[in-house]
């Protein structure tokens, strides 16, 4: 036994255990904030560390230097060390966001909670002259969102104000190559004279006008462009968007959310929306209206992707006419195995699937591959898609 940890340390090498020695200083760093700085390593500036520091002193550093706390030198900290997120909302903000970009969802619930509770920023959720001075964003309308169990009566028509805003930017944004990926594709066999550069006919039009050639000027001159007609696209299918509402997704939602309404406005097209937590909430009843689906969603809360499947595999009335499609992070809550299972039965029912990690502008995911290898093997696509992208896979599929 006495030989056990040194034949560990050195299987490992002096490197690793050095990097582990220092993994343990940072936390403890980390856990100390600032006033460790006379006897621990300082954190490398600008690095993640540094970034996590400096959010975690914003709040929780407020408790300390209110308890008289003293920082280097023994002088009480006043500098700009000291944690404070000011009285701005925008500063707020900000902060909030850092939070839920640095730490996991369950560790930035915890964080999100006591700013709340405990140390009392609720500006943002319960004053409207706070909220009224803010722009509308993207940005402050996820944080609105991520908060929406905290917001007073006195600020929801401002929130709905913040919602309408960007509601309506995201759909002038994505509205018209939605809808031209969809609602048709240029006819090989007639013609039309309504003109279009994505339509031109280049060798139908140099056939129709070669008796005009001249072969002087080596010149074909146009009398009669040919442009190809639309087809008419007939979509007798139905698409199911199911979509995660945990507290990492509010990007995703929110285009999840616009592109649902887009998708109900095309003819032959029945949409359902689901979101989902621990519970399911169907929302179908409002998908042609993005703004009240967004005031109904509750972001955070822990994750049932099982559930969700398993209540959208109820929904599917025509398997091979039916597309599913699964907005989430695949950290699953229960156990995966009835996930996988739920995916497997509509994989053999023909239910066509996909599993998209992110549904947003940037198209960046944050999620668990080790579940969303599984569901690909059980037969779900899986990708992160901007909408447009989204629409033009769609396409493919109805085609």
């Known amino acids: 036994m006495s030989d056990a940890g040194p034949a560990r340390v050195g299987a490992r090498g002096p490197a690793e255990a050095d990097a582990e020695v220092e993994r343990t200083l940072q936390r403890w760093r980390l856990v100390l904030g600032p006033y460790a700085d006379q006897r621990l390593p300082r954190l490398a500036a600008a690095s993640t560390a540094e970034r996590l520091d400096a959010a975690l002193h914003a709040l929780y550093g407020r408790e300390l230097h209110g308890r008289g706390a003293r920082g280097e030198g023994g002088a009480e900290e006043d500098g700009p060390r000291t944690g404070s997120l000011g009285g701005s909302a925008p500063t707020v903000v900000a902060w909030l966001d850092e939070v839920r970009q640095l730490f996991p969802q369950r560790t930035a619930e915890v964080v999100e909670a006591d700013a709340l509770q405990r140390y009392g920023l609720t500006e943002l959720v319960t004053d409207p002259t706070t909220l009224e001075r803010l722009e509308p964003s993207q940005e402050l309308l996820e944080t609105l969102l991520a908060l929406r169990g905290h917001l ?3 600020v929801l028509h401002l929130v709905r104000r913040v919602v309408e805003h960007v509601v309506e930017e995201v759909r002038q944004r994505l509205q018209s190559e939605v809808r031209r990926a969809l609602t048709g594709r240029a006819s090989r066999t007639s013609h039309t004279v309504l003109p279009s550069a994505a339509t031109f006919d280049v060798h139908g039009t140099i056939r129709a006008n070669l008796h005009r050639w001249d072969a002087e000027n080596r010149r074909l001159p146009v009398e009669r462009p040919l442009f190809f007609a639309r087809n008419a696209r007939r979509l007798p299918w139905d698409v199911v968007l199911c979509v ?3 507290g990492s997704m509010a990007s995703s939602v929110i285009h999840s959310a616009v592109m649902a309404g887009i998708l109900a406005g095309l003819p032959s097209l029945r949409v359902r929306l689901v979101v989902f937590d621990t519970a399911v909430v169907d929302l179908s009843d409002r998908v042609e209206d993005p703004v009240e689906v967004l005031l109904s969603v509750q972001l955070g809360g822990g994750t049932d992707i099982a ?6 595999e109820g929904l599917v ?6 597309v599913l499609v699964l907005v989430t992070d695949f950290c699953e809550g229960g156990p995966v195995g009835r996930l996988e299972a739920a995916v497997a039965r509509l994989a053999e029912a023909r239910v066509t699937m996909i599993g998209l990690a992110a549904l947003d502008g940037r198209a960046e995911p944050a999620h668990d591959r080790t ?3 599984r569901l690909a093997a059980r037969g779900m696509r899986i990708a992160a898609l901007t909408p447009d992208a989204l629409a033009r896979w769609l396409a493919e599929v109805v085609s």
């Open 317 to 322: 009335e025509n398997p091979t006419r039916t």
């Open 371 to 373: 579940v969303a290898g």
């Open 152 to 154: 007073s009566p006195d």
């Open 244 to 246: 995660d509402q945990s």
């Open 307 to 312: 559930a969700a499947v398993t209540y959208c």
